[in-house]
Every structure is written in structure tokens, then in C-alpha cells.
């Protein structure tokens, strides 16, 4: 970058100047990706709780389903054995099964939190250097609080390179601050700026696949049912509820048969 | 224990994490085409008020702004429109496009159909394993031509064991010609035990249905008493019933019994 001689004899220094601009633009990079951060938190809590609403109302009916279905498929074995017929029994029971674990998997799930010692290490060997309360001034205290939540947020999930990156990231930009200078605190800011600006793309990426998920997708159409006065999850259990009833009766039928005049 | 070692080293806990990739995102992904296909899609919606009131062409483009949202119902409607040339200019290739979407989608008429359109181009594999995916999804004549499939051996190797077992399912499902096959296959008795108590109680579901081959069966049976009592009223009530429809066995019998019995 060449500046004018009038420039120069305005400012300190170019490095000065550069610094400026850098800081700020350290700081408006880091309150983008704060935001975004928040979001992203936002979106999961939602979606969790939406899968939750999901599975409780509409899931157990699948299940439910499924498993009538799988009952009819096993009758008609007993009616008539069949290589196709075997086959179709086989085919509904495991269905059966996964959609039963699908739906009520969340009550098994006792979230046991057992961290291997290798993690361990690695989290107390990040969190030392990000811990908030080692923070040099109120900027980087704000930052630090963000890399320390996801930082926890990595360690319950066994994210390890989550974790890992964080750990790159601090070494990296800490590395050449032992020869303190001004064009190496630039390049610190630099640097900084960089992991940033990596963590938003990073992150509207996570943001991309979220809502592209299957669970996504039927939130979004759940929401936008919601906007027309609709409830989706009623609607959707409403449909499923016909369809038991109606293989409850086929059931029924096959049951009739198999006693009639089964084998 | 070695294994429980490695099991406790590996043991990586899902934490609050979502679970995009899980055993759950087919019951998400079931969730999701269910809603897609819900009746309350409103482009789906108008196009049946549409079509109801005979204006054709505007249906034909709902029913496309519906296709293109993945509204499989509607892709099927589409397709069957195109096959017609109704509301829109006719067209094979729109018609083959809309139900193959549709049938990826587990449409079962569009399978059905797809099927159809395989078996008439020659493809025997193909419209074997669409009917076999309608006939999964319950669908009665999907389930009576793979039966019919099995037994000709077209697209699948050739068994009577399987037509059976499809016939029958069909047949519960008051399938008069799949009734009237499936008894045939209990009275021949070649590729599964010959019985003739169900070939009699299906041939007289199928009978009572209309279906002539099953009324002159069943009259038979009452005749040499096969899988049910002979009854001599009942032999000339069910042949009698088969030649009004004209079954050219049923017609010698009664002719022959007329001389004989008038």
C-alpha cells in the first residue's frame, strides 16, 4: 500500500495506522461471529425441542405403525409360508424395531457423561489458555467467554477436534508474541482475524446443514404451517391415526382368517 | 475384560448433540415426506377445485406447482393428465417423467403404473420390481399382476409357490380375479398342497363377484362334491349363472343338461 508523504506526516506511524483498522476490524469480525454463535444455539435449542415435540407426537405413531403392520406380516406367514411372504415378515419386524427405538430411543438415552482421559487432557490444556478470567482486557474477556462455551460445548460432545482447533488457533496466534513488536502484534491481529472469519464460514455451514436435515426441513414446514394457522404435528398424527385404524382392521381381517382356516 | 477396555476407550457420549445422522432420520424423513404430501397443500388444494370444475389447463398447472413442491399425489395426477392430453398438450415423456417421481417418492398408483409402462415397453425387470413395490404398499392389482408375474416367470424366475402367496393377498383384499386364481391353484394342487375346501371358498368369493370361470368352478364342485357337499340345485344355479356370461364350458353343460333335464 503506498501512501502520500502528507499521510505520513499526519500518523505516527503506518504500522499505527494499520493496527487501528486491524483492531476494529478484529472487533466487528468478532461481534459477527458472537452473533452468529448465538444463533446457531438458538436453531439447535429449537430444533431439539421440535424433535422432541416430533417424536412424542407423531413418532410414536409411526412406531405404533409400524409394529401393527409388522403383526399383519407375521399372521400372514402363518397363513400362508412363503419365501416372499418370510421375507415381507422379516423385512416389517426390523422396520418395526427401528422405529420403535427411533421414537422412544430418548428415554434410553440416560446422557452418561464419561470423558476418555486423552479428552480430558485436552480440554484442561485449552481451557488454561482461554479461560476468560486470564483475558487481557474486556474485548478479549468477551471473546474468551465465547471460545470457552463452545469449548465446553465440544467437550460434552466428545468433539475432540473441536477442541484441537482451539488449541492450534491459541498457539498460533501466541507463538510469536514472545518477540513482542509491533509488525508481530499485527500479524497476531491478523491471525485472529483469519480464525474468525474461518469460525463464521464454519458456522453458516453448520447453519446450511441444520436446516437442510430432515429435521430441518420439517421444522421449517412446521413453522410455515404455523404462519397459515395450521399445526403440522396434529395434522401429521391426524393422517398416521387413520392409517392404524385402518391397519388395525386389516389385522383384524388376517387374525379372522388365520383362525378360520389357518395351517 | 479386553473387550469391555476397548469399549470404554471408544465410548464417545452424544451430549445434547442433535441427531441428524442417527437411526432417527428415517422416522424424520418420514415425518417430512408425510407432511409434504399432506392434503392441506394448497397449490394441491386449488388444483382439485380446479379439475372438479372441469377447467383443466389451470388444474394441470397447480397440480405442476404442487408436483414441483413434492407433492407426490399431485406429480401422479400430473402424469396421468399428460398420458391423457388433458389440460395439457398429450406427452409421453412428461406423462413417464411425473410418475417416476412420484413413484420414487413410494406413490403406489404411480408405481403401479410405472410398472405398466415398463411391462409395456418390453422391461420385464423393471415393471417386476415396480409392482413389487406397489404390491408392498398394498396395493390389490399390483399385488394380482406380480402374482400373474410369478406365474408366467416374467421379470422373476417362475414360481407358483409365490404367485400363490400374492393371489392370496390380493384376494383377501376382494380381488375377484386373484380369487378365482388362487382357487385354481388350491384345486390343481401342483405347486402347493392341493385343497379343495379353499379352492371351493375361493372360487365362491370370486363367484358371487361376477367372475364366470369361478361360478362354473364352484357349480363343478357342487357337482362331484369337492371340498363341499354335493348339491344338484347349486351345480345348476352356478353353471347356469357362468353360461349367461356366456363361459363356453358352462354353455356345453347346459345345453347337455337340457337334453338331458330340461
Redesign the interface.
Known amino acids: 500500500m503506498s501512501l502520500m508523504p502528507a499521510e505520513i506526516i499526519l500518523q505516527p506511524s503506518p504500522n499505527a495506522a494499520g493496527f487501528a483498522e486491524k483492531r476494529e476490524r478484529l472487533a466487528a469480525v468478532r461481534a459477527a461471529l458472537a452473533e452468529r454463535e448465538a444463533d446457531i444455539a438458538q436453531i ?1 435449542y429449537q ?2 425441542a421440535f ?1 422432541g415435540r ?2 412424542q407426537r ?2 410414536v405413531l ?1 412406531a405404533e405403525l409400524d409394529e401393527i403392520t409388522a403383526r399383519i406380516t407375521e399372521r ?1 406367514v402363518d ?2 409360508d ?4 418370510r421375507r ?1 415378515a422379516q423385512e416389517a419386524r426390523q422396520r418395526a424395531q ?2 420403535h ?3 422412544f ?1 430418548a428415554d434410553q ?1 440416560p ?6 482421559p486423552s479428552l480430558k487432557t485436552l480440554f484442561r490444556e485449552v481451557a488454561k489458555r482461554i479461560h476468560p478470567d486470564f483475558a487481557s482486557d474486556e474485548a478479549e474477556q468477551k471473546h474468551f467467554t465465547l471460545l470457552m462455551t463452545r469449548a465446553n ?1 465440544a467437550y ?3 468433539d475432540a477436534e473441536t477442541l484441537q482447533r482451539l488449541l492450534d488457533d491459541h498457539l498460533e496466534v501466541n507463538a510469536s508474541v514472545a518477540y513482542e513488536g509491533d509488525g508481530l502484534a499485527l500479524l497476531r491481529l491478523v491471525r485472529q482475524i483469519h480464525h474468525a472469519e474461518r469460525d463464521i464460514a464454519a458456522l453458516d455451514r453448520e447453519h446450511q ?2 436446516l437442510g ?3 430441518g ?2 421444522y421449517t ?2 413453522e410455515a ?1 404455523s404462519r397459515e394457522g ?1 399445526d ?1 404435528l396434529a ?2 398424527a391426524a ?2 391415526r387413520e392409517r392404524i385404524a385402518d391397519a388395525q382392521y ?1 389385522l383384524e ?2 387374525d379372522r ?1 388365520v383362525s378360520a ?1 389357518g395351517r | 475384560m479386553e473387550d469391555k477396555a476397548q469399549s470404554g476407550l471408544q465410548h464417545i457420549p452424544s451430549g445434547g448433540a442433535l441427531t441428524l445422522h442417527s437411526v432417527r432420520s428415517s422416522i424424520f424423513a418420514r415425518g417430512r415426506r408425510d407432511a409434504a404430501n399432506s392434503s392441506s397443500n394448497s397449490a394441491y388444494q386449488r388444483a382439485v377445485a380446479e379439475y372438479n370444475a372441469g377447467r383443466f389447463p389451470e388444474a394441470a398447472a397447480s397440480f405442476s406447482q404442487a408436483a414441483d413442491q413434492g407433492h407426490a399425489e399431485s406429480q401422479y395426477i400430473l402424469s396421468t393428465m399428460y398420458d391423457a392430453g388433458k389440460g395439457v398438450p398429450q406427452d409421453d415423456a412428461q406423462a413417464a417423467r411425473w410418475e417416476r417421481t412420484a413413484a420414487e417418492q413410494g406413490h403406489v398408483y404411480a408405481q403401479a403404473n410405472l410398472s405398466f409402462r415398463c411391462y409395456s415397453a418390453s422391461d420385464f425387470a423393471g415393471a417386476f420390481e415396480w409392482c413389487q413395490r406397489a404390491a408392498d404398499g398394498e396395493l390389490a392389482w399390483a399385488q394380482y399382476n406380480l402374482g400373474l408375474m410369478y406365474q408366467k416367470g416374467e421379470g422373476v424366475a417362475p414360481s407358483e409357490a409365490e404367485a400363490a402367496h400374492w393371489y392370496r393377498l390380493a384376494a383377501s383384499q376382494g380381488l375377484a380375479d386373484a380369487q378365482q386364481r388362487l382357487a385354481d391353484l388350491y384345486y390343481l394342487g401342483q405347486s402347493i398342497p392341493r385343497s379343495y375346501t379353499q379352492a371351493a371358498l375361493w372360487y365362491r368369493r370370486a363367484a358371487e363377484q361376477g367372475s364366470a370361470r369361478a361360478q362354473f368352478q364352484l357349480g363343478h364342485l357342487y357337482d362331484v362334491g369337492l371340498g363341499i357337499e354335493h348339491d344338484y340345485t347349486l351345480y345348476r344355479y352356478w353353471t347356469r349363472m357362468a353360461a349367461e356370461q356366456g363361459h363356453e364350458g358352462a354353455l356345453r353343460e347346459v345345453n347337455r343338461r337340457d337334453y338331458r333335464d330340461p
Do not use: M
Not at chain 1, 412363503?82 to 411372504?85: E, G, K, R, T, V
Not at chain 1, 446422557?111 to 476418555?116: C, G, H, K, Q, T
Open positions: 439447535r430444533l431439539k424433535e416430533y417424536l407423531v413418532g409411526y400372514e397363513l400362508y412363503s419365501d416372499s411372504a415381507r427401528e422405529t427405538e427411533a421414537a430411543g438415552e446422557e452418561e457423561f464419561d470423558p476418555s460445548h460434552r460432545c466428545g446443514t441444520l436435515s430432515e429435521i426441513q420439517l414446514g412446521a404451517a395450521r403440522l395434522e401429521l393422517s398416521l386389516r381381517f388376517v382368517q382356516h
